[in-house]
């Protein structure tokens, strides 16, 4: 949890950047990101900042980088050769606001199609203003060059095979679009697309309270939907500088990780389903099905449950919940121990997995990975442990680390994580604090209904709170939560009103689905399937 560390020329963007990488240790590129500060009540130096994100090797320090850009040339110097993970992350931003980043080898549109007019995260931009697509995009214009900079000819490039894999395809989980060149079965060289599923996120927040905006968290990763409340709750409550109870930590940790396993049970169940293993699926989804019968009960709702309040939660646990919460966790054990039964010694499935879609470690720093796919390539980074929150310091479990970042070490550290959320999780039941799961603080948590049907007081303070919004104090902010697919990070701009100025949500699957076309050069086709299965793309989180 930061506010902006660095305000600099934007000149100097690419010494400043090269300096923090070689010899402050930020050698990890979070994010980019940009404000528009059209509509900002304090006077600022041009309309738009441009903002670097970055963390240290030892992920225990983040810093934020801010350059205001000159207002007629809206043009700052592209980082794309520093640092792998700023080519897609560039692309968004000059989608999004119109900043033009000089060298890169490929800026266009990223998110919105390419005969959108304008840029809609600006101020002054006409959210009523609806653009379609009526043509298609066949990519040759990413193609072409790539395969020229592989050393194909002309008329090489004739004898190759153009292949759309996805989106109307199973395999590719969401609207993704991966055009392939073949040379056989051998991929020689792939571009992506996100496909277009996008709900504006991010404008959306601009016209939310911060409230109002929990609901939406739940569907940038809506296989675990309760982790994106806590990470969205969590950042507000550390810009007003609310401790939220005890009680309340805990049972956000329980919930956190019986998403997390959720989320790890639907990736390993569709991955072995993509290799033709349907049997596994239903070992897997029956404790799955529990578990979201738990939070039916709990929360009023299966997948997207809204259950976060900033400062607390939305309902206590109810009673009994303890047991079926531990019948949840014996059928997730049973369900990954018959799975693993069918699959830890069958040849079909180490042969189509083992030394298959290989991710390198300094390939997954370069490229923004985190989470599972980073831990499988033999980096231990966790925010659990190197940055501990809600008390995570305080539990016993081990960070699963693969050792050769293939599709089976991917697979094998979910199946063993989901085993350490199980620890976890029987910890904070074991030591679950008693009291209240809000705390009092009227500027943030709604009264009790007698206070609102009994006083003034509470009458006024439910009507400013539910139309006025929590007032945030003004500043810009990042914070992070390990989310079931890695960071999970929240820039936020407050201009001291009810609703957040800026958001950019940094989710953790656009990155690892920059990466993805390089991952799979070289691979074949089959491989390439199973590959994309193994990294979790959620098209939600990276479309939002």
Known sequence: MLKCDMLIESKDIRTTILNLKNNEDYTILLDVTAVDYLKFPDTTPSRFAVVYILRSSDFKKEITVKAFVDDNSLEVDSLHDVFASANWGERETFDQYGIKFKNHPNLKRVLNHQEFVGHPLRKDYNILKG????????????????????????????????LNVGPSH??????????????????????????????????????????????????????????????????????????????????????????????????????????????????????????????????????TNSYTRIGGLEFDLYEGFDKDLEYVLKSVEKGVSDALSLIAHNKLFLDRTQDVGIIKADFALANGISGPNLRASGVAQDLRKDKPYYGYDNYEFDVVVGSHGDVYDRMMCRFEEMHQSIRIIRQAMKNLPDGAINIYAPNAMLPLKKDVYGNIEGLMNQFKLTFEGILVPKGEYYSYSEAANGELGFFIVSDGSGRPYKVKCRPPCFYSLASYSKIVENTMLADAVITMASMNFIAGEFDR
């Not at 792939?190 to 991010?202: A, D, K, N, P």
Request: proline share 2%.
């Open 131 to 162: 653009q379609i697509s009526t043509q298609t995009d066949d990519l040759m214009d990413e193609m072409l060059p790539l395969l020229k900079s592989k050393g194909y000819k002309e008329e090489e490039i004739e004898d190759l095979m153009l």
């Open 170 to 303: 199973p395999a590719t989980h969401g609207t993704i679009r991966n055009f392939m060149a073949m040379e056989g079965e051998t991929i020689s060289a792939c571009v992506t697309e996100i496909g277009y599923l996008h709900r504006g996120f991010e404008k959306a927040c601009e016209h939310h309270t911060y409230s109002q905006v929990i609901p939406y968290t739940d569907r940038l990763n809506y296989c675990s939907a309760i982790l994106n409340n806590i990470g969205w709750s969590k950042a507000i409550e550390e810009m007003m500088g609310i401790e939220i109870t005890a009680r309340t930590k805990a049972i956000r940790v329980i919930l956190g990780e019986l998403s997390r396993i959720i989320d790890h049970l639907v990736c390993n169940a569709a991955n072995m389903v993509d290799m033709g293993g349907l049997t596994n699926l239903w070992y897997l989804f029956t404790p799955r099905d529990d578990a979201y019968e738990l939070l039916s009960k709990l929360t009023g709702a299966r997948l």
